[in-house]
């Protein structure tokens, strides 16, 4: 069966954290993990962004298990769109993107654009002065 | 004017300067050598600044970023019954109704008055540049010379008169960077400053900004031929807050905002290439302008002050959350530092991101060279000098006009 990949963001409640959801995910689901973006911490509100690679049926039934454990998630369904043409490489969008997706090339100093890294948090979409970079929908 | 301090080589009976017109004349022939102000560091490096102030006769310089202060004059031509404008819109942006009849001054940062800050003044000019028609409506109290009380029709570059861009402030010497050491987000001219000195922000394109590459502008003042928007343009005037007195470093160059050019030129050849509208989230707009100016190697100083690089030119981080009274420096640095993506500040590693786009100020630079190699751009000469003293008064708050 051909392999999947899905970008996901858990958020923990306070007493959730010490469950160890990643390792279910690996030892129970055989999925590769990528973390992306981690802020947890002991009686707050947690969030945790991944990138979750396995069969379907085993990423269905890792949503499942986190339905089970009422942690909520939210599955990435809309991507950055970065209009290249009309982009002037100012580079004030690198200034606020938290992953590092977005970065000027220290040599030619063009805007670089690594989708795999974007955590679709739409930053980027109100500090780029020339509204060159929109929400899919 | 221009001091053309003559430099002599030693031991060397000729002289090493070349006026403006020898220069001139060398384009005309297509014999000039034209380098880029990043071009020109390799090669005073290899051949020594003398050989290459004989070698070299123009170094062009560029820089593409945002410029508040600017703006353009429009006149729009009379219509039939004409009407004194004294209230205008362009795409429901306000332009300035206190010149004569059917003059008008549109500022780049006017926001629209029905989509606020999705639209400015400097849309208007983008927009007028790229050849499409703005829905003018004006109003006026109606004269007996002017009986026209209200007007709305459509204007373009094609249908309008006189349309020049007047940029009261443009290409900044130097600039600050700024960082934000609150707990809040800061929305600011310098960008989106993230909390506890989450980023700093900086705006230069450094060894190749124009203003840097001529210190003491020895060669760049009143009636200097810039490129502006991608269309030839002038140095009217220094530009507004222009600051000759800031601090300079031990090689001439200001560490901070120091020079400033009021520039001109015809919007109607301007390519929006090199004009662009921005907007600054929760600031407002703001024009993307390019510039770029020709740099005549006279002699060995100019040479010397062309090939600055990124590593001799300094500014300050400020804290731009401190809006009462002087904003604190956190840190001074080159701008080779604020390229390198990061800056240590008291041991957190602090990330840097640029507003200022290097790569069309390259674009810039390139495209003059090109132009003055093929001739189709002649230097000139200042026919008046830029102030070398001078800093901006503060505004204060005075109980009456006696003090």
Known sequence: MAEKKIKITLYYSGNQVTKPITYHFVKDYDLMINILHADIGLNSVGRLTVDLIGEEKNLEAALKFLDEENIEYKLFSKSIIWQEEGCVHCGACTAVCPSGALKMDPVDWTLTFDKEKCLVCEFCVKACPLKVMNVSI | ?403
């Not at chain 2, 004059?73 to 300035?96: E, Q, T």
């Not at chain 2, 705006?203 to 840097?212: A, D, E, K, N």
């Not at chain 2, 008046?384 to 005075?398: C, D, F, H, T």
């Open chain 2, 1 to 403: 004017m221009v001091n053309p301090t003559h430099v002599e080589t030693k031991g060397d009976d000729t002289m090493s300067y070349k006026s403006f017109d020898e220069i001139n004349e060398k384009i005309k022939e297509g014999s000039a050598v034209v380098v880029t102000a990043e071009e020109i560091t390799a090669i005073v490096a290899k051949k020594g600044a003398a050989q290459a102030a004989k070698e070299v006769d123009v170094v062009t310089t560029g820089t593409f970023g945002p410029m508040c202060s600017s703006g353009m004059f429009i006149n729009f031509g009379h219509s039939d019954p004409p009407i004194r404008m004294s209230k205008i819109w362009l795409n429901d942006v306000p332009a300035y109704g206190g010149l004569a009849a059917v003059d008008t001054y549109i500022g780049a940062t006017e926001l629209s008055e029905t989509k606020g800050m999705e639209y400015g003044g400097a849309h208007v000019i983008e927009e007028l540049i790229a050849g499409r028609s703005v829905k003018l409506h004006a109003q006026s109290y109606g004269t007996d010379c002017y009986p026209r009380k209200e007007i709305t029709t459509w204007v373009n570059k094609e249908n309008i008169n006189q349309a020049y861009l007047y940029n009261p402030r443009n290409a900044y010497q130097n600039y600050a960077a700024a960082s934000n050491t609150s707990d809040k987000i800061l929305y600011t001219y310098m960008g989106t400053l993230l909390p506890k000195m989450g980023n700093i922000t900086y705006t230069t394109s450094g060894q190749l900004s124009p203003l840097l590459n001529d210190p003491f502008l020895r060669t760049i003042g009143i009636g200097t031929r810039i490129f502006l928007g991608g269309a030839e343009g002038y140095i009217a005037w220094e530009g507004t807050q222009h600051n000759p007195d800031q601090k300079r470093g031990e090689n001439g160059v200001p560490i901070g905002l120091a020079a400033s050019l009021a520039v001109i030129g015809d919007m109607k050849k301007m390519d929006t290439r090199y004009i662009r509208a921005g907007i600054f989230e929760k600031y407002g707009i703001t024009l993307f302008v390019g510039i770029g100016i020709p740099i005549p190697i006279l002699d060995e100083d100019m040479v010397l002050k062309t090939a600055v690089t990124d590593s001799d030119i300094y500014t300050n981080i400020f804290d731009y959350s401190v809006s009462d009274g002087p904003r604190p420096i956190l840190k001074k640095v080159s701008y080779a530092e604020l390229r390198s993506g990061s800056v240590n500040i008291n041991g957190n590693t602090v990330p840097t991101a640029p507003l200022s786009s290097m790569k069309m100020a390259r674009e810039i630079a390139q495209k003059l060279k090109r132009q003055i190699l093929q001739g189709e751009f002649l230097l000139s000469q200042p026919v008046a000098s830029l102030p070398l003293e001078g800093s901006p008064n503060r505004l204060e708050i005075r109980e009456n006009g006696n003090g």
